[in-house]
Structure formats: structure tokens, C-alpha cells
């Protein structure tokens, strides 16, 4: 059944358009935080570490993957830098407030990363938010 799951999993990856691979990643970066958070309230400094260097390492991708042509990518780069220095802080000094801040930041641009999906789809046709956070094979 573990194997069935798994092999699920990978095909939705390798079929999703770059869009939907970068929704996927801003719902991984979302799970990774709340399993950071939780471990860090019972004290479970190395889980909550493993977690939190999911997440970090996300975000790091996503700065890396953006796509510098295009306005909006200089608007994200900063909410990007922020956010990563809040799970960084966060995780060394045990601050889940400083997590909550970073959780907040995500959620908020995966719900307008998910806006913008719905609106092409709509149009039918590439939005410039799409081709900005267009990056190696998927958006970020």
C-alpha cells in the first residue's frame, strides 16, 4: 500500500505543469513549518530542525529558480529573504512566533500563487506572474 502511495506521489510530480509543481512546493514549505512548530513545543529540537531545513531549503529554491526578468520577482525576492532569515532565527533560537511569521508569509503567497493558477486557466492563456516565477523546469 506504502508503495502504491509513493508511486502515486511521484507520477502527480512528474506530470504536474511547472504551476502546479510550484502550488505543491508552497503546500510542502506550509507542512514542513507546522511540523517544525509542533516538534519545537514538545521540545523535540531535532525533528523540529530536520522540518525546519525542509522548509529552508524551499525557500532557497525558490530564490534561486526566480526569474529576475520580470518586476514582480524583485517584489518576491525580499519576501523571500525574510521569510527564510525568520525559519533560520526561528529554528536556532526555539522562536515559534518567528515561524508563525514565516507561516504567515507563505500562506499568503501560496493563496495568490493559487489565485493567479485560477485566473489563467480562466483566461486561457500565460499570466506574466506565471512567466516571472518560471524558473529551472518549475516556478518558484
Not at 508503495?3 to 514549505?29: D, F, H
Not at 530564490?63 to 518576491?76: A, P
Not at 525559519?87 to 500562506?107: P, R
Request: proline share 2%.
Amino acid at each position: 500500500m506504502v508503495n502504491a502511495a509513493e508511486a502515486y506521489r511521484r507520477q502527480q510530480i512528474m506530470t504536474a505543469t511547472p504551476e502546479a509543481l510550484t502550488l505543491m512546493l508552497y503546500n510542502g514549505c506550509l507542512k514542513f513549518i507546522t511540523e517544525g512548530t509542533e516538534a519545537m513545543e514538545k521540545k523535540d529540537y531535532e525533528q523540529a530542525n530536520v522540518s525546519l531545513q525542509k522548509a529552508q531549503n524551499i525557500i532557497s529554491e525558490f530564490r534561486v529558480t526566480l526569474n529576475m526578468d520580470y518586476e514582480i520577482s524583485h517584489q518576491l525576492m525580499p519576501l523571500y529573504n525574510y521569510c527564510y532569515d525568520r525559519l533560520v532565527e526561528g529554528n536556532l533560537k526555539s522562536d515559534v512566533a518567528q515561524l508563525q511569521e514565516a507561516k504567515d508569509i507563505v500562506t499568503e503567497l501560496r493563496d495568490a500563487w493559487a489565485q493567479a493558477m485560477k485566473k489563467a486557466r480562466a483566461e486561457k492563456k500565460p499570466q506574466g506572474t506565471a512567466a516571472a516565477l518560471s524558473g529551472a523546469g518549475y516556478a518558484g
